[in-house]
């Protein structure tokens, strides 16, 4: 089946940076757009970043010039490289297989599969 783990989560300082990792199995993992998810307390689950099989990238617009993802097809895995650390990021970060889906009215992504989750604190 397939299984996306996460790992690199942590408490960081304001300003600080981590990167996050995913790890997927069960998949073809060069055949999917991925993307990376965070939900805060009290708040809804939110995209953060995509990237496709092509390797074209999106970004949320608070993330953009801070965060960056990409992909190693070879060890299956997708990364996020999050710098700049404000305390507004604490989430616990998700990790998504997902398909990009066409509507009448543009587009949308439908994730197929979710990782756990990796938390991240940030402190002020």
């Known amino acids: 089946q397939v299984q996306l783990v996460e790992s690199g989560g942590g408490l960081v300082q304001t300003g600080g940076s981590l990167r996050l990792s995913c790890a997927a199995s069960?998949?073809?993992?060069?055949?999917?757009?991925m993307g990376w998810y965070r939900q805060a307390p009290g708040k809804q689950r939110e995209l953060v970043a995509s990237?496709?099989?092509?390797?074209?990238?999106s970004y949320a617009d608070s993330e953009k010039g801070r965060f960056t993802i990409s992909r190693d097809n070879s060890e299956a895995k997708v990364y996020l490289q999050m710098n700049g650390l404000r305390p507004e990021d604490t989430a616990v970060y998700y990790c998504?297989?997902?398909?990009?889906?066409?509507?009448?009215?543009?587009?949308?992504?439908?994730?197929?599969?979710w990782g756990q989750g990796t938390q991240v604190l940030v402190s002020s």
């Open positions: 990237i496709t099989v092509n390797g074209i990238v």
């Open positions: 998504a297989a997902q398909t990009l889906i066409l509507t009448t009215h543009g587009s949308t992504w439908n994730v197929d599969y």
């Open positions: 069960g998949m073809i993992f060069s055949d999917r757009d």
